[in-house]
């Protein structure tokens, strides 16, 4: 009975130490997985949103309209996100530290943050699927 006990408590402890070392390892293309709505830097009169796929693409569209209908822009292509850090053509490939906060992903470069995103409800499929405007 009391060696159950000590296994028990040592695989509680594995468990406990592998979620510390995930957060403090950073982030990965799981934790920013979905749709984020660019806050920083702002664009007047638009709203730029990010479709990460989870895997190595994001999508990258913009909306003059509140979210019912997206113009593909040309910051879409793969992307990297592991151990925080994350590159993608809006770092211009650049590896950059990010985190992930509640709804709030920040992206730093050199300590700056460059770019600022809140989680969004927007289907990622509109994004995925916007059509550049062809010029």
């Known amino acids: 009975m009391k060696r159950n006990k000590i296994v028990s408590v040592i695989g509680m402890l594995v468990i406990l130490l592998s979620m510390v070392a995930m957060v403090s390892c950073g982030g990965n293309a799981k934790t920013v997985t979905g749709v984020w ?3 920083e830097p702002a664009v007047p009169g638009a709203k730029t ?4 796929d989870g895997k190595d693409k994001v999508y990258v569209a913009t909306s003059l309209d509140d979210g019912k209908n997206f113009v593909k822009v040309p910051l879409s292509g793969d992307y990297s996100a592991k151990g925080g850090k994350i590159s993608m053509p809006a770092t211009v ?3 950059c530290p990010f985190e992930v906060k509640g709804d709030m992903l ?3 470069k050199n300590g700056v943050v460059i770019l600022k ?3 969004s409800n927007v289907d990622a499929n509109k994004i995925k699927n916007a059509k550049g405007l062809g010029l």
């Open 37 to 39: 709505e660019q806050t």
């Open 49 to 52: 949103y990010y479709y990460f």
């Open 93 to 95: 490939n650049v590896q």
């Open 106 to 108: 920040t992206i730093k």
């Open 117 to 119: 995103f809140k989680k």
